[in-house]
DNA sequence: ATTGATTTTGATAACGTTATCATTTTATGG
DNA sequence: CCATAAAATGATAACGTTATCAAAATCAAT
């Protein structure tokens, strides 16, 4: 049944040694073979119904042309539009992918990278379950992090620049008029902490001298799924709305607090922009079909992905020219329905 | 540089025949050797650092225990959760899996296919980018299909009871005193077509001595990605509100178009669950967090992906005694708050 | 034609594991 | 203690491809 024709069988087929068949079948820029035997070899192979094993070329020339994307949670809506775009990079180079969660459990984490290292991928494109993760398991296989957290010095990082994206969803509020902005947060979903936030804004505010008030920091614990993160925020909305602490804008560090927080303004009646500006930042397509329309700093995770995926082969195809980059990129503010100026009283 | 130490390195390190040595590291259930042989190969095998050389281990057997996911679209919030499910499930069984898109065009699907059976993987989940997709190229590779079209006869197939899971949305819309129900409909995600949704709705009608009026039947071009069919059907309710055609409920034959309708309800000032109730279908995070939070008729994907990799490795270990299955899940009906009683007016 | 360079083809040895036997060692029972 | 069975270990041949080198065929130029 599955005992599939060879490369020798192509070969007695057409009576030419395996050699040239395999030129022919899997050589690398159809050089050196002339056309007749190369018609004659094509034709035996369909004849025969060869098809390449692929096991035996990879196992021959100890590569893949596979890579391995370990993220932490594949429902994260963070994710599926980053490792859509790493795979139409890599389909044009030919390669493919096998797609490694971790569900935030560095042990599990270790089982992933042991596995790559096993399975002899190519290389990995790897979003640390934490800041600690540790990565000696992969001694030197080729690797590009998505995070900008500086703990991965020595390290190929890419990532969006989220303090930049901060900053421009807080400038465009204060242009707006908004002086009193509440900053909902948790630790962002690559899970690197979120202190640096409070210290953003706070510094924000300083630089214009003003000066931030912690009652309008609103921390929600974060957890594991986006659910659960939801919910543990739109409790902490809820509270922060009964004390009714005067603020005309809400920051979220990401859409899915945003929406939380949208949800809660909702709940209570208050209008969205015209009583309460709300700004979330990642762009996920819940934002975008709610209602109103999120506001939001867009990270462009198709972006990340496929700059992620061809540095990645490069480093892999031309490991001797490459040099450690530490890629940034902007982040966009989208302003949709949910931001507008402060209400005049 | 990478030259990895292999099991005949750790056979003369230990002093030991590389049989022994595969037998200690690579063999299965632990059977056939000495605890004292066994200790000596692990230390020797820890002191050189050994790491099984997957690629020869496949190809030696001609297995990869690696299964194949074909999907459409992974950012289509279908996907997601159902991966997790099937990658929950195959990791028990110590699988992993490629994950491949299609973006619902047949010929990247074949190409797909084609990669498959050369990457030789021991099996595969397909989502049919169409109902006429041709699945011939991959012989007798074992293969569950995610859908419940009865174009697919002779092959295993999982999928929801989408019809049953309508009629419960309408059954529960019939018992809140709803009886102008409009549909709004444009071909599922699985793309199979809906026609006979509009034909459901009207069975059922006529099972109550009632006729379902077209001008009910909302449809919307469904495009490829979710955010353009959130436009089609928002586009197509606006058009629908315009003419004010008396409706008390709205069906939609998935979550992103009922979204859509309770988006436009929103812009209009019409009141949900109040003066409109909505019921969606599949059940995804966007509609947990919308507000009103969205009614629903659930798929359990993240089941239905753990029920197709279990029958898929069934399929892939036991293959004799293995019988054709078509596995239909019922679909439960989630009521949140986007639906109640129709208004006494 | 004859030489030499060049292109095209052929023969064959790996790659590192698993599977199949053969062999040795250990246990069992009279 | 010997015979026999059972358990543990060893030797070695695959798996199907690619890479290397050698051989043959073709081409160019005298």
Redesign the interface.
């Known amino acids: 049944?599955?005992s599939k024709a060879t490369i020798v069988d192509v070969a007695r087929e057409c009576g030419l040694s395996q050699a040239t068949v395999a030129r022919v079948l899997n050589g690398q820029k159809e050089i050196q073979v002339k056309e007749k035997t190369r018609k004659r070899v094509l034709s035996a192979a369909r004849k025969i119904g060869y098809?390449?094993?692929?096991?035996?070329a990879?196992?021959r020339r100890?590569k893949?042309k596979?890579i391995a994307i370990s993220i932490a949670?594949?429902?994260n809506?963070f994710?599926?539009?980053l490792?859509?775009g790493v795979?139409n990079k890599i389909r044009e180079y030919g390669y493919?992918?096998?797609?490694?969660?971790n569900e935030w459990n560095p042990k599990i984490e270790q089982d992933n990278f042991?596995?790559m290292?096993?399975?002899?991928v190519d290389g990995a494109i790897i979003s640390p379950s934490h800041p600690g993760a540790d990565l000696t398991t992969l001694e030197?296989l080729p690797i590009i992090l998505l995070t900008n957290s500086d703990k991965f010095s020595g390290y190929d990082t890419i990532a969006n620049d989220s303090k930049g994206g901060m900053i421009l969803a807080l400038e465009r509020l204060f242009e707006l008029g908004h002086r009193k902005i509440a900053l909902l947060t948790g630790g962002s979903m690559m899970s690197v902490g979120s202190s640096w936030r409070l210290q953003a804004i706070k510094d924000f505010y300083s630089e214009r001298n003003m000066i931030f008030s912690d009652d309008l920091c609103i921390k929600c614990d974060m957890s594991v799924s986006?659910?659960e993160s939801?919910s543990q925020a739109r409790a902490a909305m809820r509270k922060f709305f009964n004390k009714d602490t005067p603020a005309t804008a809400v920051f979220a560090s990401n859409d899915?607090l945003a929406?939380?927080a949208?949800?809660v303004a909702?709940?209570k009646g208050i209008k969205v922009p015209d009583e309460l500006s709300i700004i979330g930042m990642d762009g996920i397509?819940?934002g975008?079909?709610?209602?109103?329309a999120l506001t939001t700093v867009e990270k462009n995770r198709s972006q990340i992905g496929s700059l992620a995926a061809k540095s990645l082969i490069e480093k892999i195809e031309t490991p001797l020219e490459w040099q450690t980059k530490k890629i940034i990129l902007p982040c966009k503010l989208i302003e949709r329905d949910s931001s507008g100026p402060v209400k005049k009283s």
Chains 1, 2 share one sequence.
């Open positions: 049944m599955s098809e390449r094993n692929a096991l035996a990879n196992f100890q893949t596979n949670d594949l429902t809506p994710f599926p539009e490792i859509k795979q493919s992918f096998v797609q490694l969660n042991r596995y290292i096993q399975s002899r030197d986006s659910l939801f899915i929406l939380a949208l949800h909702n709940e397509l819940s975008e079909i709610s209602y109103p």
